[in-house]
């Protein structure tokens, strides 16, 4: 699912509650985080949900460093859980330049989705964004 994806078929569905079945949806089609994942060190904080984000490095072939980044995640809320297989969506095939210089929280604007969510879950969103740029930043230095 990419975020062209999302976008085509949020277009298709008119009442905010089917977008909200939709993105639970998405969530629900992310692959279990294995339990040996959920970590401290992969907890995202300043979410009011449990969410864990892990994330790892895809190597360039010709270079050997690291050009992309693996993500997984989970969380105990069904609607975060969705809003993170909107996140992967919007970054999925992106080099970490590209990772690092996209505004995920416009393209949640662009969705409507900012304006239909709390300011406890956009304070997460907020935490889950700056947790994959920084992941992301970290690898570019390394």
């Known amino acids: 699912m990419t975020i062209d994806d999302i976008r085509a078929d949020f277009a298709l ?74 996140l992967f969506a919007i970054y999925q095939g992106k080099t970490l330049e590209e990772i690092v210089a996209t505004d995920a929280q416009r393209i949640f604007g662009e969705l409507g989705l900012s304006e239909h969510l709390t300011q406890q879950r956009s304070n997460g969103l907020a935490s889950m964004v700056k947790r994959i740029h920084s992941d992301a930043e970290m690898m570019l230095a390394a």
């Open 13 to 86: 569905l008119d009442d905010w509650e089917d977008r909200y079945r939709y993105v639970i949806e998405l969530g629900r089609a992310l692959p279990p985080l294995p339990e040996d994942l959920r970590t401290e060190a992969n907890k995202v904080r300043g979410c009011a949900s449990q969410v864990w984000l892990a994330t790892k490095p895809v190597a360039n072939a010709s270079s050997g460093r690291a050009s992309g980044m693996d993500m997984q995640g989970t969380s105990d809320a069904m609607i975060v859980q969705g809003l993170i297989a909107v």
